[in-house]
């Protein structure tokens, strides 16, 4: 399961082995129903941006929509040619998590284990806590972390609501998905 800009390169070593599912996640933010979210290959369609066709998120001419994520490497609205072609291929799974179960995956494994990851690699976190309910003993997931979640902690605290020292909102600052507070 992968997330994040490095998720190519963790699916490179397993492309040849078909026994292996590759499972990549993407930013559903605060819901595929809404427009606030970067589900650029669960919901995009084929056109060009910045140069090259990718899937990405455009409106009826052709220009890109806004997306949102919390997760500021995931905020964009189009995706790598090569995921695109995993996808069109069958080769490679899309899903996406809501920026919920994405901070929830960040609590569980910095609590559980003391690793702080980044809300990048949080959302392939969140994705791989649902897929493992649904496995036998006998079956593994390996999942790509590929950033540290230091960067990302005023934003959960600010998005959780917990008490922190310095976060953005005590200095009259925003941080995407939420507020400042006075």
């Known amino acids: 399961v992968g997330g994040g800009s490095n998720a190519m390169g963790i699916f490179t070593e397993f492309l040849p082995d078909a026994d292996v599912q590759l499972v990549g996640v993407e930013p559903a933010g605060r819901g595929l129903d809404t427009p606030d979210h970067a589900a650029t290959m669960t919901l995009g369609t084929k056109g060009a941006i910045h140069g090259f066709i990718c899937y990405n998120l455009q409106d009826e001419k052709g220009e890109p929509l806004p997306v949102y994520s919390i997760a500021s490497g995931l905020d ?99 941080v995407k998905g939420g507020d400042a507070k006075p």
């Open 76 to 174: 964009y609205p189009g995706v790598g040619p090569q995921h695109c072609y995993l996808k069109d291929v069958g080769r490679v799974q899309y899903e996406a998590v809501t920026d919920d179960e994405c901070l929830d995956a960040f609590m569980a494994l910095s609590r559980t284990e003391g690793i702080i990851p980044a809300l990048e690699s949080a959302h392939a976190l969140a994705y791989a806590m649902k897929l493992a309910k649904t496995m036998s003993p006998e079956q593994n997931i390996l999942v790509n972390l590929s950033g540290r979640g230091d960067k990302d902690i005023g934003t959960v605290a600010d998005l959780s609501g917990e008490d922190f020292y310095d976060r953005p909102s005590m200095r009259g600052l925003t």
